[in-house]
């Protein structure tokens, strides 16, 4: 090749990296950013500019920081506008209290990049902090308690995260990413106790990480389920990763028939698809530490998807058609497929420390294993054997007793409403002077393989 | 048909040049609209819409969860002022709805939604099994648009509105578009209540009118001056989008062995009646905030029936 030719072939290239690169971060540099993407370096402080927050809130222009003093205020805000970062100054006395009169503390409806930060909800009917059909979403330093759905939650949401919040006293979940495929987001460093169930995602998952968070106290631990009953199923690619998940036998918490069956475990994976359940503690469960069952649905609006269906996005397996009527079946069986279970520690679990259960009648682990785990009880017996991830070999024996699972008496739900008021928690650093922060780039880079099995408080 | 009119017209006018041109392309590009419409609405026109058979988060929504409040035989629609004159009906939202009710004394008192704000009133005929009255476990009530219907063009209920879905004389099924009986909160409603399984016991499903004719309240036969929509439009003499109301009561009744009639005698009698005593603003902010914006708001799935006993196994 000649001098010329290789000048010519590398000014080619470059031509072509330039474009590419030009491509890549065309969003980013050179054409506009988004409303909301940016913080816009205005504040707007509660009361002093605006006497409530929602007054603050419609006042605002996508970007704007709403910075909220000590004060309890009875409201529901809802928020319209995008790239909103709506901050309390003090998380333990910036109190919105619905005084089991309003739905939600904090509701934000399809508008992308909002942040809420550093505040305490308490006594709503339905949620205390809940985004619903967003992309960017950031739910941080948050308090909810005596809630009457859940505390946290993000339906319908993309590119988000919850991290460093504390939830209690909901029937349903005190933290809960539902009907998203891939969610692209991750609970990191929380706590959920005194709940109908620790974490519900139903049909959630596609880089969703769930990690270095305790979940403890609750009628059931972190319990994400599949149904046809919503849009995105079935749940799958959920990483739990480093939690601590304790004591979530507790039979005081308000309940929801879901968190009654599912009292006693601690991790359960209800008819999940391809999850990955690696170093976490588990221990003092009435029933399963970990377990991957099935969930039989009555009445179901779809059958399980398969080939192509399983991988699309939400965005647009949402528009297949149904199948007719007649073609359903009466109970549709979502069985637990492909997850993984490795490297945990489990104990004191009065069933089973692992477990797998199907209602198919065979020995098939349905591409399910376990590997590398802390135990002393399995069901099936010798299950890191019988389901090794290197390969399954040996017969079944000792294998899970559904009906032990699920039967038996389960004390009433308890009143949402005098659930116990959580101890102070920690401020984000530099609420007071912290620039606006709008929802991009979440979740935050997570590096799975760094995250060690938690010790034993 | 009626576009084979301006066709001609316009044709005659070619040698007019260049802008009549233009004008027959942009002409002829409405027909063509025209005819679609046309034919679409000519295909949906053969039913009112009704229940919607679809997955929740399909379609925008807010939901209210309510007790059961109440039984008594008053109808404060059909009797207004005169109690004990109808059959026995359970009531649910509003605790203090009784035969003299108006919209007006309802508002800001006490209900049993979850929802406080929600002070409408919303009531079904009894469910008897064996003879006795069933109490309900509570009612579901859905929020949406019309099927079909713009989203952005849901106007709320006026305060005081009053409706009635469904035939309480029936002694034959009706369209289960509008009424029918299911199994759980996922399914679909028959004619016939089905038997049910114990974690998706039986349901009584009414779909309530979509569209109102901007002026009334109710109307003599109390039905009039609503409409169900039909292909995603409301009939232009109901022109007025509102929320479609979908009223879900849910009983604790599953297996067989039950010997059910819903007042006043027919199983085929299912309907429920509704008061729009809703805060205004709390409704009116519903539906700015959910449905215009064509959002899911909430949800009610089967993970929260009321479950008498545990799952059944497969074997």
């Given at each position: 090749m000649t001098t010329r030719s290789r000048t010519a072939l590398v000014?080619?290239?470059?031509?072509?990296?330039?474009?590419?690169?030009?491509?890549?971060?065309?969003?980013?540099?050179?054409?506009?950013?988004?409303?909301?993407?940016?913080?816009?370096?205005?504040?707007?402080?509660?009361?002093a500019d605006q006497p409530t927050i929602q007054g603050a809130v419609d006042a605002a222009q996508p970007g704007d920081l709403i910075l909220v003093s000590p004060g309890i205020y009875n409201e529901a805000v809802n928020i319209t506008t995008a790239g909103l970062t709506l901050r309390g100054t003090d998380r333990n006395a910036v109190i919105l209290d619905g005084e089991f009169k309003l739905e939600n503390g904090v509701r934000v409806l399809g508008a992308n990049n909002v942040t809420v930060q550093n505040m305490t909800a308490r006594n709503y009917t339905n949620n205390a902090f809940f985004w619903t059909g967003v992309k960017g979403y950031h739910g941080s330093y948050l308090t909810s308690y005596r809630t009457g759905n859940y505390g946290i939650y993000a339906f319908d949401s993309v590119d988000g995260q919850f991290d460093?919040?504390?939830?209690?006293?909901?029937?349903?979940?005190?933290?809960?990413?539902?009907?998203?495929?891939?969610?692209?987001?991750?609970?990191?460093?929380?706590?959920?106790?005194?709940?109908?169930?620790?974490?519900?995602?139903?049909?959630?998952?596609?880089?969703l990480v769930i990690a270095r968070s305790e979940f403890r106290f609750n009628r059931a631990g972190i319990v994400p389920n599949s149904g046809s009953y919503e849009l995105c199923y079935p749940e799958r690619e959920t990483t739990l990763v480093g939690n601590l998940v304790h004591d979530n036998s507790q039979p005081e918490t308000p309940a929801i028939d879901v968190a009654k069956l599912a009292m006693g475990n601690g991790i359960l994976?209800?008819?999940?698809?391809?999850?990955?359940?690696?170093?976490?503690?588990?221990?003092?469960?009435?029933?399963?530490?970990?377990?991957?069952?099935?969930?039989?649905?009555?009445?179901?609006?779809?059958?399980?998807?398969?080939?192509?269906?399983l991988t699309m996005p939400c965005s647009e397996a949402r528009n297949l058609p149904l199948p007719a009527k007649d073609a359903l079946p009466g109970t549709?069986?979502?069985?637990?497929?492909?997850?993984?279970?490795?490297?945990?520690?489990?104990?004191?679990?009065?069933?089973?420390?692992?477990?797998?259960?199907?209602?198919?009648?065979?020995?098939?682990?349905?591409?399910?294993?376990?590997?590398g785990n802390t135990f002393t009880s399995s069901a099936p017996a010798a299950i890191e054997t019988t389901m090794a991830c290197s390969g399954p070999s040996g017969a079944w024996t000792d294998t899970l007793d559904l009906v032990a699972l699920i039967a038996s008496e389960r004390p009433p739900s308890g009143d949402y409403k005098v659930q116990p008021v959580p101890s102070p928690q920690p401020n984000m650093p530099d609420a007071t002077t912290a620039p606006g922060q709008p929802a991009v780039d979440l979740p935050e880079r997570i590096d799975i393989a760094s995250i060690p099995l938690p010790a034993r408080p | 048909?009626?576009?084979?009119?301006?066709?001609?017209?316009?044709?005659?006018?070619?040698?007019?040049?260049?802008?009549?041109?233009?004008?027959?392309?942009?002409?002829?590009?409405?027909?063509?609209?025209?005819?679609?419409?046309v034919g679409r609405t000519a295909r949906a026109e053969a039913m009112p819409s009704g229940f919607q058979r679809i997955v929740q988060g399909t379609v925008p929504q807010f939901v209210v969860r309510c007790a059961y409040s109440h039984s008594s035989t008053d109808d404060p629609i059909v009797y207004p002022g005169d109690p004990g004159a109808s059959h026995r009906h359970d009531f649910f939202g509003n605790r203090a709805t009784a035969a003299a009710s108006t919209a007006d004394a309802?508002?800001?008192?006490?209900?049993?939604?979850?929802?406080?704000?929600?002070?409408?009133?919303?009531?079904?005929?009894?469910?008897?099994?064996?003879?006795?009255?069933?109490?309900?476990?509570?009612?579901?009530?859905?929020?949406?648009?019309?099927?079909?219907?713009?989203?952005?063009?849901?106007?709320?209920?006026?305060?005081?509105?009053?409706?009635?879905?469904?035939?309480?004389?029936?002694?034959?099924?009706?369209?289960?578009?509008?009424?029918?009986?299911?199994?759980?909160?996922?399914?679909?409603?028959?004619?016939?209540?089905?038997?049910?399984?114990?974690?998706?016991?039986?349901?009584?499903?009414?779909?309530?009118?979509?569209?109102?004719?901007?002026?009334?309240?109710?109307?003599?036969?109390?039905?009039?001056?609503?409409?169900?929509?039909?292909?995603?439009?409301?009939?232009?003499?109901?022109?007025?989008?509102?929320?479609?109301?979908?009223?879900?009561?849910r009983y604790p009744v599953h297996g067989e062995g039950h010997e059910l009639n819903l007042a006043p005698g027919s199983m085929y009698g299912g309907h429920a009646d509704f008061i729009n005593a809703w805060d205004e603003a709390e409704l009116a902010g519903q539906v700015r905030l959910c449905l215009n914006r064509a959002l899911v708001c909430g949800v009610i799935s089967n993970k929260a029936e009321d479950v008498d006993r545990p799952l059944p196994t497969r074997a």
């Open positions: 000014g080619a290239l470059l031509a072509i990296a330039m474009i590419m690169a030009s491509c890549s971060s065309g969003s980013s540099s050179s054409a506009p950013a988004e409303p909301g993407t940016k913080a816009s370096g205005r504040t707007i402080a509660v009361p460093h919040s504390y939830a209690s006293g909901s029937p349903d979940a005190g933290f809960y990413i539902g009907e998203c495929f891939p969610c692209n987001a991750a609970i990191l460093d929380s706590i959920s106790e005194y709940n109908g169930l620790g974490y519900s995602g139903t049909n959630a998952g596609g880089n994976t209800a008819g999940g698809h391809n999850n990955l359940i690696i170093r976490n503690r588990v221990w003092n469960h009435e029933r399963v530490g970990i377990g991957l069952v099935p969930f039989p649905e009555d009445g179901p609006k779809d059958v399980v998807p398969t080939g192509d269906a549709l069986l979502w069985d637990s497929i492909g997850n993984r279970v490795e490297g945990n520690s489990v104990s004191d679990s009065g069933l089973a420390d692992l477990a797998f259960g199907t209602l198919t009648g065979s020995e098939d682990p349905l591409g399910n294993c376990f590997s | 048909m009626t576009a084979a009119g301006p066709v001609a017209e316009v044709s005659t006018r070619r040698h007019l040049g260049v802008l009549a041109q233009a004008l027959l392309i942009l002409v002829g590009l409405a027909i063509i609209g025209a005819a679609v419409v309802l508002l800001g008192t006490d209900t049993s939604c979850q929802q406080a704000l929600d002070t409408a009133a919303y009531w079904a005929p009894t469910l008897f099994d064996h003879g006795a009255p069933v109490v309900p476990q509570g009612a579901d009530v859905y929020y949406r648009p019309g099927p079909g219907i713009d989203p952005a063009s849901v106007r709320p209920y006026p305060h005081g509105l009053m409706m009635i879905a469904g035939d309480a004389m029936a002694m034959a099924p009706q369209s289960t578009q509008f009424v029918g009986w299911a199994c759980g909160s996922g399914g679909d409603p028959q004619a016939e209540a089905p038997i049910c399984p114990p974690d998706a016991p039986l349901r009584l499903k009414v779909v309530f009118p979509d569209c109102w004719n901007g002026r009334e309240l109710d109307s003599t036969d109390h039905r009039s001056h609503m409409a169900y929509s039909r292909g995603g439009r409301c009939p232009a003499d109901h022109p007025t989008p509102v929320p479609q109301l979908q009223l879900t009561v």
